[in-house]
C-alpha cells in the first residue's frame, strides 16, 4: 500500500483511471436502470414502486461506504501518517454526503405510496439522516481546516473516525428497534429478493460504486493539484520576498 | 375513503432526484478537477 503514498505514482494510476471508472458505472448503471425500468415485472406487494429500491438501495450503501472510507483513511492519517489518506477522506465526504441525500429523498418518495408517509422517527431513517449531518460536520470541519492554511486535519480525521460508530447503528437499527422499514433482505451469503429484481439491483450497486470511485479519484486528484499550485506559489512568493526587502531596504535609504 | 396514487408519479421523481443528483456531482467533479489542474499548470508557467 505505501507503494501508492507516493503522490506522483499515485496521480499516473488515478489519470487513466478516473474516465474508466465513470464510463463503466455511467453505462452500467444505465443498463441496470433501463432494464428496471422497462422489464422487471411490478413487485405483488410494492407495485410498480420496487423501481425505486435500484436507485435507493445503492444510494444506502454508498452513503455508509463513504463514511467507512472517511474512518479506515482518517486511522491511516492518524496512525501511519500516510500522505493521501487525508485527502482520500476529504474526497469521499462529498460523494458519501450526496448518496446519503438521494438515499434519504428516494426513501421518502417510496415511503409515501407503500406505508401511506413520507417520513418516520424510526431507527433506520433517523440514523440515516443522522449520517448526512455527520457529513455536513466533516465537510465544515476539514475546509476551516483547509482554509486556515495549517494542513492539519487532525480535527476532522477524529471526527471521521468517532462517526463510524452510527454505521453499525444504521446498520443493526432494524434489528434492534421496531420499524416500518423492512429487515436486511441480503445477508452473508443468502438472499430474500427474487432473482427478477436482485440482477437489475446488483448490476445499479456495481454500477454507482464505480461513478461513486471515479468521483472520489477526481475529487483527489483536484485537492492534490490545488495543493501543488499553492506550495509552487508559495515557493515562488518566498524566493521573492529577499529581493522585495532588499529593494525596499534601498528605497529607504536613497529616501 | 381509499387514497388512490398513481405509483408511476412516485417513480419518476425518484428517478428524477438520483439520476439528477449523480450527474450533477459527476459533472461538479469532473470540471472542477480540469479547473485545478490548469491553475496548477499556470502556476508552473508563472
Same mark, same amino acid.
Given at each position: 500500500?505505501?507503494?501508492?503514498?507516493?503522490?506522483?505514482?499515485?496521480?499516473?494510476?488515478?489519470? @487513466?483511471?478516473?474516465?474508466?471508472?465513470?464510463?463503466?458505472?455511467?453505462?452500467?448503471?444505465?443498463?441496470a436502470l433501463v432494464y428496471g425500468l422497462t422489464s422487471v415485472p411490478p413487485d405483488r406487494l410494492m407495485g410498480e414502486t420496487v423501481r425505486i429500491l435500484f436507485?435507493? #438501495?445503492?444510494?444506502?450503501?454508498?452513503? !455508509?461506504?463513504?463514511?467507512?472510507?472517511? =474512518? #479506515?483513511?482518517?486511522? &491511516?492519517?492518524?496512525?501511519?501518517?500516510?500522505?493521501? $489518506?487525508?485527502? =482520500?477522506?476529504?474526497?469521499?465526504?462529498?460523494?458519501?454526503?450526496?448518496?446519503?441525500?438521494?438515499?434519504?429523498?428516494?426513501?421518502?418518495? @417510496?415511503?409515501?405510496?407503500? @406505508?401511506?408517509?413520507?417520513?418516520?422517527?424510526?431507527?433506520?431513517?433517523?440514523?440515516?439522516?443522522?449520517?448526512?449531518?455527520? %457529513?455536513?460536520? %466533516?465537510?465544515?470541519?476539514?475546509?476551516?481546516?483547509?482554509?486556515?492554511?495549517?494542513?492539519?486535519?487532525? &480535527?476532522?480525521?477524529?471526527?471521521?473516525?468517532?462517526?463510524?460508530?452510527?454505521?453499525?447503528?444504521?446498520?443493526?437499527? #432494524?434489528?434492534?428497534?421496531?420499524?416500518?422499514?423492512?429487515?436486511?433482505?441480503?445477508?452473508?451469503?443468502?438472499? =430474500?429478493?427474487?432473482?427478477?429484481?436482485?440482477?437489475?439491483?446488483?448490476?445499479?450497486?456495481?454500477?454507482?460504486?464505480?461513478?461513486?470511485?471515479? &468521483?472520489?479519484?477526481?475529487? !483527489?486528484?483536484?485537492?492534490?493539484?490545488?495543493?501543488?499550485?499553492? $506550495?509552487?506559489?508559495?515557493?515562488?512568493?518566498?524566493?521573492? =520576498?529577499?529581493?522585495?526587502?532588499?529593494?525596499?531596504?534601498?528605497?529607504?535609504?536613497?529616501? | 375513503?381509499?387514497?388512490? /396514487?398513481?405509483?408511476?408519479?412516485?417513480?419518476?421523481? +425518484?428517478?428524477?432526484?438520483?439520476?439528477?443528483?449523480?450527474?450533477?456531482?459527476?459533472?461538479?467533479?469532473?470540471?472542477?478537477?480540469? +479547473? +485545478?489542474?490548469?491553475?496548477?499548470?499556470?502556476?508552473?508557467? /508563472?
Amino acid at each position: 500500500m505505501h507503494g501508492f503514498a507516493n503522490p506522483a505514482r499515485f496521480l499516473r494510476i488515478a489519470r @487513466w483511471l478516473t474516465p474508466i471508472f465513470m464510463v463503466l458505472g455511467i453505462v452500467l448503471t444505465a443498463v441496470a436502470l433501463v432494464y428496471g425500468l422497462t422489464s422487471v415485472p411490478p413487485d405483488r406487494l410494492m407495485g410498480e414502486t420496487v423501481r425505486i429500491l435500484f436507485i435507493h #438501495v445503492p444510494a444506502a450503501w454508498l452513503g !455508509m461506504a463513504g463514511w467507512t472510507t472517511i =474512518a #479506515v483513511a482518517s486511522l &491511516v492519517e492518524l496512525v501511519w501518517r500516510h500522505p493521501l $489518506a487525508g485527502i =482520500a477522506a476529504r474526497a469521499a465526504a462529498l460523494p458519501g454526503a450526496v448518496f446519503t441525500a438521494i438515499c434519504l429523498a428516494t426513501g421518502s418518495i @417510496w415511503g409515501r405510496p407503500t @406505508w401511506g408517509t413520507w417520513w418516520v422517527w424510526d431507527g433506520r431513517l433517523t440514523s440515516m439522516l443522522v449520517l448526512l449531518f455527520l %457529513y455536513f460536520g %466533516y465537510i465544515a470541519l476539514s475546509d476551516a481546516a483547509r482554509r486556515q492554511g495549517t494542513g492539519n486535519m487532525r &480535527v476532522a480525521a477524529i471526527f471521521g473516525l468517532v462517526g463510524a460508530i452510527n454505521i453499525p447503528i444504521i446498520n443493526r437499527s #432494524v434489528v434492534w428497534w421496531n420499524s416500518l422499514h423492512q429487515p436486511p433482505s441480503i445477508t452473508m451469503g443468502k438472499s =430474500a429478493i427474487d432473482a427478477a429484481f436482485l440482477w437489475p439491483l446488483l448490476a445499479a450497486t456495481i454500477g454507482f460504486s464505480l461513478i461513486f470511485g471515479g &468521483v472520489v479519484l477526481a475529487r !483527489m486528484r483536484a485537492i492534490l493539484a490545488d495543493m501543488q499550485a499553492e $506550495a509552487r506559489l508559495r515557493r515562488k512568493a518566498m524566493a521573492a =520576498a529577499p529581493k522585495a526587502g532588499v529593494a525596499a531596504t534601498g528605497t529607504e535609504v536613497l529616501g | 375513503m381509499r387514497e388512490v /396514487l398513481d405509483q408511476w408519479t412516485f417513480v419518476t421523481a +425518484a428517478y428524477v432526484v438520483g439520476i439528477g443528483g449523480t450527474v450533477a456531482m459527476i459533472a461538479w467533479a469532473w470540471i472542477s478537477m480540469r +479547473a +485545478a489542474e490548469r491553475r496548477r499548470e499556470r502556476s508552473r508557467e /508563472l
